[in-house]
């Protein structure tokens, strides 16, 4: 049984057909990665699986739960992280105070205090910051507390949606490799990327999203030697 499953999705917005009979699983363990270009349907995806967007018709299933119709909230109760696209850190709140709201739903102290520690643990830099007003830190630093606030609740799958974005090169190498070890201590992973190298580079499978439709999926490394995604996503 997949940890995650979405069956035959369709999401509007509006009179837009935005996801059209989309199906993809993940399975536990693994990182997944959804890749396409702009406006394919990559974030309209995941904000459908935790229900910031309605799925009208369709079905999600975690853990082999029907989880369609429950509330945002709820899902991320459950053990579903989404960290967004464009960080969406509270500027004004600190360090400390952003990774207090990842933990909205823990009322004991200590736990709060444990999930900050694990936090500073994979990222050292955030524990130099732990006063320091979100808004006033830079991209690379903004996007480690935001995932870091995404690991508060201990959940039971990660959601990151394009990580990299506006990133140096050498930030996005320490966001993936952070990524990694993650996995390898046992989180799953659905990843949505742009970066289709980078993002291929760290998953075990992969889904290809045009117009709302899943034109393609494999293995990563396939993927990463397909000539129809290299010519889309990897020139």
Do not use: W
């Not at 394919?40 to 799925?55: E, F, H, M, V, Y």
């Not at 130099?128 to 830190?137: F, L, N, S, V, Y």
């Amino acid at each position: 049984m997949a940890l995650l499953e979405l069956k035959n999705i369709h999401t509007y917005y509006g009179g837009i057909h935005a996801l059209k009979g989309l199906s993809i699983h993940v399975d536990q363990g693994e990182i997944v990665t959804l890749i396409g270009s702009n406006g394919a349907g990559k974030s309209t995806t995941l904000k459908t699986i935790c229900a910031q967007t309605k799925a009208k018709e369709g079905k999600v299933y975690f853990e082999g739960k029907d989880i369609t119709t429950m509330r945002t909230h709820d899902i991320a109760l459950a053990g579903i992280a989404h960290v967004p696209e464009g960080r969406r850190i509270f500027p004004k709140l600190t360090v400390r105070e952003n990774l207090e709201m990842g933990a909205f739903s823990v009322t004991d102290k200590a736990v709060i205090d444990e999930g900050i520690e694990r936090a500073f643990h994979y990222f050292p830099r955030l524990k130099e910051r732990i006063a320091q007003k979100g808004g006033t830190m830079s991209g690379g630093e903004q996007q480690m507390l935001a995932i870091a606030r995404g690991l508060m609740m201990k959940p039971k799958i990660l959601m990151l949606d394009e990580p990299s974005m506006g990133l140096a090169p050498i930030l996005v190498e320490q966001i993936f490799d952070i990524v990694t070890e993650l996995n390898r201590e046992g989180m799953t992973i659905l990843l949505v990327e742009q970066n289709a190298n980078q993002a291929l580079s760290v998953a075990h499978r992969g889904y290809v999203i045009q117009t709302g439709e899943i034109i393609l999926k494999d293995s990563a490394e396939r993927l990463l030697t397909n000539p129809q995604v290299r010519e889309a996503y990897l020139a």
